[in-house]
């Protein structure tokens, strides 16, 4: 079971960066997938999660800016990031689990994430 986040990069304030999350060795239609994010210094919060069926949630911090989808026939799930922040700085990480929730201990196959910073 693997989860592959990339996508990231350095991007100035108000730009925009789409995170691409490759899902292999599992049927990715079962499972919410849901993105996370730790800040140096910060504890990991919850970005934005879309169910098995579709529904999809946002963190209020992102709510606005940034769209999960997911496209099952490539086992892949991206989040498109706009009108980016610096607070917005973070690794981001790609996970699985059985329905979307805001705590982290409900997902597993946690990967190394990508790296999104934000600065001019």
């Known amino acids: 079971v693997q989860l592959q986040a990339s996508g990231g990069g350095l991007v100035q304030p108000g730009g925009s960066l789409r995170l691409s999350c490759v899902t292999s060795?599992?049927?990715?239609?079962?499972?919410?997938i849901a993105w996370f994010r730790q800040a140096p210094g910060k504890e990991r919060e919850g970005v934005s999660c879309?169910?098995?069926?579709?529904?999809?949630y946002y963190a209020v911090s992102v709510k606005d800016r940034f769209t999960i989808s997911r496209d099952n026939a490539k086992n892949t799930v991206y989040l498109q990031m706009n009108s980016l922040k610096p607070e917005d700085t973070a690794v981001y990480y790609c996970?699985?689990?059985?329905?979307?929730?805001?705590?982290?201990?409900?997902?597993?196959?946690w990967g190394q994430g990508t790296q999104v910073t934000v600065s001019s």
């Open positions: 996970v699985r689990g059985l329905g979307c929730t805001w705590d982290s201990a409900d997902f597993g196959s």
């Open positions: 060795g599992f049927s990715s239609y079962y499972y919410a």
């Open positions: 879309i169910s098995r069926g579709s529904d999809t």
